[in-house]
């Protein structure tokens, strides 16, 4: 049965996708239409990306050594994209990424990412945004898909970053470092 939603959550997130891309982007609201454009142009001008989960840091001010020691930290996957860097300058995205998470089970992700970028494009550069996203996982709500909302960093040579995001959290949940690449093509 999880399983099943597992899949099932995945299916959703790529329909998701799918469905923005090619959607019709006239509307009477005018936030979904500027949505809906922006994923559209992402999709339609933007390059391949492809992203290599690499790390889960669970900072241990939140949990104790025997807790945190019992996390799976390095992390295995992989991932799809789209992006483009906008008319300012600034790194735009769509993914859909899937790994391993602190318990050894699949976590799907797909979402938009948006960066503030500092420096040169095609050198060394950096940024910090946020991403949205749809994700699901075996521990909350029975891999029933839920939003979330997080900040992301990254350092940028080229086509190649190196990305984090923050979870929140209290004590004993939380409190995470997520470590990614990501390759454009």
């Known amino acids: 049965m999880i399983q099943l939603r597992f899949i099932a959550g ?4 790529g329909l998701l996708f799918s469905g923005l891309a090619y959607a019709d982007c006239d509307s009477r ?3 979904y ?3 809906c454009n922006r994923v559209t ?3 339609d001008n933007g390059s391949h990306d492809l992203y290599l989960p690499m790390y889960t840091h ?3 001010f939140a949990y104790g050594d025997d807790k945190a020691d019992s996390f799976r ?3 295995w996957g992989l991932g799809y994209g789209r992006s483009r860097y906008n008319d300012s300058g600034n790194w735009e995205g769509l993914y859909l990424m899937a790994f391993s998470d602190s318990h050894s089970k699949l976590q799907p992700v797909a979402g938009y990412g948006h960066q503030w970028m500092w420096g040169d494009r095609n050198g060394l550069h950096s940024g910090i945004g946020y991403t949205a996203f ?3 996982r075996a521990d909350i709500a029975n891999n029933f898909p839920i939003p979330g909302i997080l900040p992301i960093a990254s350092i940028n040579y080229d086509r190649f970053a190196l990305n984090t995001a923050y979870l929140p959290g209290g004590k004993g949940n939380g409190n995470i470092l ?3 690449s990501r390759f454009g093509f």
Not at 10 to 13: E, H, I, L, N, P
């Open 33 to 35: 239409e500027q949505a």
């Open 73 to 75: 930290e390095f992390t």
């Open 58 to 60: 669970h900072l241990r």
């Open 134 to 136: 749809l994700t699901s």
């Open 41 to 43: 142009d992402i999709w």
């Open 178 to 180: 997520f470590f990614w």
């Open 10 to 13: 995945t299916f959703v997130c």
């Open 29 to 31: 609201f005018s936030l």
